[in-house]
């Protein structure tokens, strides 16, 4: 997840969007427990009902105890021990789709190095620029977010598809909670960037405008370069390719279905004057734009 350029929640949903897969999950009724070191491919999310646990992650401990709600995330190594009788509602679950996640699983005591499980494992929430979620949560309604927990292990509990749905359901709210009560996503998401499917509508819309890569890398919240890239990743060629490739296909379109005079058609298309507009469109197409007009077909 970390790398050159930092991530955020929106860039990671339009790749990945937040669908909630919930693949294991109960009321953990134990005597004093442990379970063994191991790291996490998927979330963990745990609420002490009643007793005392005590839960090293990442090597840090976690004395929890009756009311407490913890969040594990992926890639986090895990010890959790129970240290009196417990009741412990939990769930194992994937918050990013990915196409094989019933190929996952939850991972077992001593089970540590993930790398033949890489395409599996979860991106982690806290690699996410703006968002710092503490393993044991602080929620602003713990009893609101103990009741959707509750419900959430509940129904899952019922094999219907109903039930099936109304438990993801639960888990989206969870999240929204958990990220709402322990991040500023408004603030968070004013710098992040954004997806760029809305860039062939504004595109089309705003064709006889100047369209600079500075100014739609500004509306995408990017760097220039940045941009250039991510727009070339996502449509295979160069912004301004693509804003040319556009002109000139907006111009054949108007010279074979109108007769409209050909200065005005380069206004519409976005093109300086005429004369840039006529050696821009044969260099495209091979023929001027008057002689395009009498055969287009040639």
Not at 5 to 12: A, N
Not at 61 to 90: M, R
Not at 121 to 140: A, E, F, T, Y
Not at 233 to 245: A, K, L, S
């Amino acid at each position: 997840m970390k790398g050159l350029f930092p991530i955020y929640l929106s860039e990671l949903i339009a790749k990945s969007p937040i669908v909630p897969y919930i693949r294991q999950s109960d009321f953990a009724i134990r005597k004093p427990w442990n379970s063994p070191e191991r790291r996490l491919l998927d979330y963990l999310l745990v609420y002490i009902q009643e007793g005392e646990c005590l839960f090293r992650v990442d090597g840090t401990e976690y004395a929890l105890k009756s009311g407490d709600t913890c969040l594990i995330q992926p890639g986090s190594l895990t010890d959790l021990e129970g240290v009196s009788n417990t009741i412990t509602p939990f769930a194992h679950f994937d918050l990013f789709y990915n196409p094989e996640r019933e190929n996952s699983f939850p991972t077992r005591a001593g089970q540590t190095d993930l790398s033949s499980y890489s395409h599996l494992l979860q991106p982690r929430l806290n690699d996410l620029q703006g968002i710092h979620i503490p393993v044991r949560l602080k929620p602003k309604q713990p009893i609101a977010l103990r009741d959707k927990v509750l419900e959430m292990v509940e129904c899952w509990q019922h094999r219907d598809t109903i039930m099936q749905l109304r438990a993801q359901s639960l888990a989206t709210e969870i999240l929204l909670i958990v990220l709402e009560d322990h991040t500023d996503l408004t603030k968070a998401e004013q710098a992040a960037p954004q997806p760029l499917n809305w860039i062939t509508s504004f595109f089309s819309f705003n064709l006889s405008e100047p369209i600079t890569v500075p100014e739609m890398a500004r509306r995408a919240n990017l760097s220039p370069s940045r941009f250039s890239a991510k727009f070339k990743e996502e449509f295979g060629i160069p912004p301004h390719q693509y804003v040319r490739d556009l002109r000139i296909r907006h111009a054949r379109e108007l010279l074979e279905t109108s007769d409209i005079r050909i200065d005005e058609i380069a206004a519409y298309c976005g093109f300086a004057d005429i004369h840039h507009f006529s050696k821009a469109f044969k260099q495209a197409v091979g023929l001027a734009p008057g002689a395009y007009r009498k055969d287009p077909l040639r």
